[in-house]
């Protein structure tokens, strides 16, 4: 007979809320529930947070499921600085693969620079890419049937990279994950919530609502102060005086 996850996995290419919660056997926060299920309804998704809200888990939970419900696809997974894809994405896909069946488990590789599907490893893969001034070209140069961009840290990316590579994320049928806490009252992050925000599904997680998040809230407030804007921004992910 077919196992349960089998037949969730069959289902979930539209749905990544299905794969997480049935195949990889997570139980998402609810903001995290909702945004999987933007992200299968919509191409260009922009989420502004505070800290410790489990960002950097929805962004692997992604990645696994765009690999294992697709033929060739790519994912260039993209932030201002490798030690942030190195030290943080990298380990949580690998945390998060090691939880998958083991068939699927095995259909998928995760290396030092890569995560490759077994069978087309050079057709099927996400790949890490530092975006900044000196690398705009971070985000052109992939095709294939199927694409997801994944812009970790969105708002501390230079607008040359979005400049550069816009053509590549305006390609038909690719979807454009953007996720980070709002340092910034100006850039192409802060306009997807603003002037841009017809052309993208939008969120905002306030940390207040996410009970994992309450460690680094304390820790933010025993550092600088109850009225600290730090703590103000590190709770609702909101610039302060912006509104």
Request: glycine share 6%; aromatic share 8%; net charge neutral.
């Amino acid at each position: 007979m077919t196992a349960r996850w089998q037949r969730s996995w069959l289902k979930s290419k539209d749905n990544p809320l299905i794969f997480v919660r049935d195949v990889l056997g997570a139980t998402p926060e609810p903001w995290q529930a909702e945004a999987l299920q933007a992200v299968g309804r919509h191409d260009r998704v922009s989420i502004r947070s505070g800290h410790g809200v489990g960002k950097t888990t929805f962004e692997a939970w992604l990645i696994l499921w765009f690999l294992l419900t697709r033929q060739n696809c790519k994912i260039p997974v993209a932030a201002n600085s490798q030690d942030q894809l190195r030290d943080t994405i990298w380990p949580e896909i690998a945390k998060w693969h090691r939880q998958l069946p083991e068939a699927l488990k095995a259909m998928i590789d995760v290396q030092a620079e890569r995560i490759v599907v077994v069978q087309d490893p050079e057709g099927a893969f996400a790949v890490r890419r530092t975006a900044s001034k000196d690398n705009p070209e971070a985000l052109q140069g992939f095709h294939a049937e199927q694409l997801l961009f994944l812009i970790d840290e969105a708002s501390g990316i230079d607008d040359i990279v979005f400049e550069v590579g816009m053509g590549a994320l305006s390609t038909p049928g690719a979807k454009v994950v953007m996720a980070g806490n709002p340092t910034r009252t100006s850039g192409f992050f802060y306009d997807t919530h603003h002037s841009l925000r017809h052309r993208w599904h939008t969120m905002h997680v306030n940390c207040l609502n996410v009970p994992r998040a309450q460690g680094h809230i304390e820790d933010i407030k025993a550092k600088y102060g109850e009225n600290s804007n730090a703590l103000s921004c590190a709770r609702t992910g909101r610039v302060p005086h912006i509104g």
